[in-house]
C-alpha cells in the first residue's frame, strides 16, 4: 500500500519556532516528527510514501533524503501554491492508484494502521477515517458513529457538555482512488470543509473506526507538543526506530556536580557546566551548551542552543541557536531568532 503525509502547511500554530523551521522538521525527543510519522507507515509495510512541501521545502528535501535512510522511497510534491489538504493528494493522483493511506507530518501515534484498512475493506469503503477517545474534546473535530461505524455526523470544536461523542479525528486517512474524482483538480480544497461533506450528503460508504488503547497527539500546538515530549520520554508511547527516549550519550561533557532528575533527554556533543540541573520531563537537543549553575526544568530546548551560566528555564521551549543570557529567567515562554529580514 502506498501512503501521503501531509506536509505543506506552515504551522502558524508554533510560531517563532516554526518561522525558520518548517513543521515537518519540528523534533520530538531529537528527531523530526516526519521521521517518525515515516517510520510509522514503514511499520506496515508502506514503502512508497509521497509528501507535499512547501515552506523551506529544502530543508525538509536536505534533511529526508529519498528516504532510503529510512527503508522508503520518497516522491515529492513541491507546492508553489498550497491547495489544500485534498487539492495536495489530488494532485499526486497517478501516484496514488490504489487503496491509500493519508497521514499528517503533525500527528504522532502508534494506533494499528493494518487494522484501518481491514476494517476499511471489510466496509467496502471509499473512505475510513481513524478515531481516537478524548476526555476533553472541545478542541478537535468530533465524529458520531452508528452502530456499523458509519458516520453520521461532525462536530468542530464543540462546547463542553455540547459534543455528541468522545471521539476524534486524528488526520489519519484511509482512502480508494474513487476519492480522487470528487476532488477539482488546480482548485484548493480540503477533506474536512469539502470532500467529507459531500460523502455524507451522498451517502457514500463513509466510515470511521476507533481503536481502543491507541495512542494519538497532534504537535502542532505548543502544549500538545509538550504533552508528546512528556509521553514520549514517560513511555506512554514509543518512538519505532529511535535509539532511545530518554538518557544521556557517552559525548557529553558533563561538569561537576551535574544532577538529572526525572526524565530526561540529552542530544549529543553537549557540553554541562558545573552544578548544571536538569528536570524533566525535558528534552535538550545536538550541541547543546549550558553555563554553570543553569537550570532547565520541564523544557524542550532544540539543537545548537547556548543557555548562559545561572540561567533558569521552566515549562518553556527554545528554538534552534537561540542564546539564553546568563541569569536570564524564562517561564513558560517560547523563544525562536527570527528570519533575516529581506534586504530592500
Not at 494506533?111 to 475510513?128: G, I, K, P, S
Amino acid at each position: 500500500m502506498k501512503a501521503m503525509i501531509l506536509a505543506g502547511g506552515l504551522s502558524t500554530r508554533l510560531y517563532p519556532l516554526t518561522k525558520r523551521v518548517p513543521k515537518p522538521l519540528v523534533p520530538v525527543a531529537g528527531e523530526p516528527n516526519a521521521v517518525h510519522v515515516i517510520r510509522y507507515l514503514r511499520s506496515f509495510g508502506v514503502v512508497d510514501i509521497a509528501i507535499n512541501v512547501h515552506y523551506l521545502a529544502d530543508q525538509i528535501e536536505s534533511k529526508l533524503g529519498d528516504g532510503s535512510e529510512y527503508g522508503v522511497r520518497l516522491h515529492y510534491l513541491r507546492e508553489p501554491e498550497l491547495l489544500g489538504s485534498a487539492g495536495a493528494v489530488k494532485q499526486m493522483e497517478a501516484f496514488l492508484d490504489d487503496t491509500f493511506a493519508v497521514v499528517g507530518c503533525d500527528d504522532l501515534t502508534d494506533l494499528r494502521l493494518d487494522a484501518l484498512v481491514a476494517f476499511h475493506r471489510r466496509r467496502n469503503a471509499v473512505a475510513t477515517i481513524a478515531l481516537a477517545h478524548a476526555d476533553d474534546v472541545s478542541q478537535y473535530g468530533v465524529v458520531v458513529l452508528d452502530s456499523e461505524g458509519r458516520i453520521v455526523e461532525f462536530q468542530e470544536k464543540p462546547a463542553r457538555g455540547t459534543e455528541r461523542s468522545k471521539l476524534v479525528n486524528t488526520g489519519v486517512y484511509v482512502f480508494e482512488p474513487a476519492i480522487l474524482e470528487r476532488i477539482p483538480a488546480g482548485k484548493f480544497y480540503d477533506f474536512g470543509r469539502e470532500v467529507f461533506p459531500g460523502l455524507q450528503r451522498d451517502a457514500a460508504p463513509f466510515y470511521g473506526l476507533a481503536l481502543p488503547g491507541a495512542y494519538w497527539c497532534d504537535i502542532g500546538t505548543p502544549d500538545e507538543y509538550r504533552r508528546a515530549t512528556r509521553d514520549v520520554l514517560s513511555g506512554r508511547v514509543r518512538l519505532l526506530g529511535s535509539a532511545r527516549a530518554r538518557g544521556v550519550p557517552p559525548d557529553t561533557q558533563l561538569g561537576d556536580d551535574v544532577r538529572i532528575e526525572e526524565d530526561v533527554r540529552v542530544g549529543a556533543r553537549c557540553r554541562l557546566g558545573d552544578r548544571v540541573r536538569l528536570v524533566g520531563p525535558t528534552v535538550i537537543g545536538d550541541d547543546v551548551e549550558i553555563g554553570d549553575g543553569a537550570v532547565v526544568e520541564a523544557s524542550i530546548v532544540w539543537d545548537s542552543v547556548r543557555i548562559g551560566a545561572g540561567a533558569h528555564l521552566r515549562e518553556s521551549i527554545v528554538g534552534n541557536d537561540y542564546v539564553v543570557p546568563g541569569a536570564a529567567r524564562l517561564l513558560n515562554q517560547i523563544v525562536a531568532n527570527e528570519p533575516e529580514p529581506a534586504p530592500a
